[in-house]
Nanobody, 122 residues
Framework: QVQLVESGGGLVQAGDSLRLSCAVS????????MAWFRQAPGKEREIVAS????????DYADSVKHRFTISRDNPKNTMYLQMTSLNAEDTAVYYC???????????????WGQGTQVTVSS
C-alpha cells in the first residue's frame, strides 16, 4: 500500500520561504505523476503544482507560478515544494498526492498524505 507523509509546514511571515517534503513508501519500480494540492478553510481543495515521473515536466497554478518550485528525488522517493514570497493567501493545509495522469483534478489522484499546515502571517 502506497503511503505519503508530508513534512515542513509551519508558521511564517509574509515574504518568507518554506520547503515542504513528501516521503513516499510502499511503491516499487514506478515513477507515477505526483502533485501538491492545498485547501484553505471554507474552500475547495485546489492544485498547486504537479510533476511527472521524469522530474522535469511540471505544471503550476497561476497563483503560485514563479514563486513555488516542485521537484522530486526519485531514488529517495521524495517530492518537494519550495515556496518563496509567501503571502497570507497561501495559508492552507498542503497535501501531496500520487496519481496516474498528472492532471489538475483531485479525482485523478488515488493516494494522499495527511496534510501539513502552512500559515502565513501578514
Amino acid at each position: 500500500q502506497v503511503q505519503l507523509v508530508e513534512s515542513g509546514g509551519g508558521l511564517v511571515q509574509a515574504g518568507d520561504s518554506l520547503r515542504l517534503s513528501c516521503a513516499v513508501s510502499g511503491r516499487t519500480f514506478t515513477r507515477p505523476p505526483m502533485a501538491w494540492f492545498r485547501q484553505a478553510p471554507g474552500k475547495e481543495r485546489e492544485i498547486v503544482a504537479s510533476i511527472l515521473g521524469d522530474g522535469v515536466s511540471a505544471d503550476y497554478a497561476d497563483s503560485v507560478k514563479h514563486r513555488f518550485t516542485i521537484s522530486r528525488d526519485n531514488p529517495k522517493n521524495t517530492m518537494y515544494l519550495q515556496m518563496t514570497s509567501l503571502n497570507a493567501e497561501d495559508t492552507a493545509v498542503y497535501y501531496c498526492a500520487e496519481g496516474t495522469t498528472g492532471s489538475r483534478f483531485v479525482h485523478d489522484y488515488p493516494y494522499w498524505g495527511q496534510g501539513t499546515q502552512v500559515t502565513v502571517s501578514s
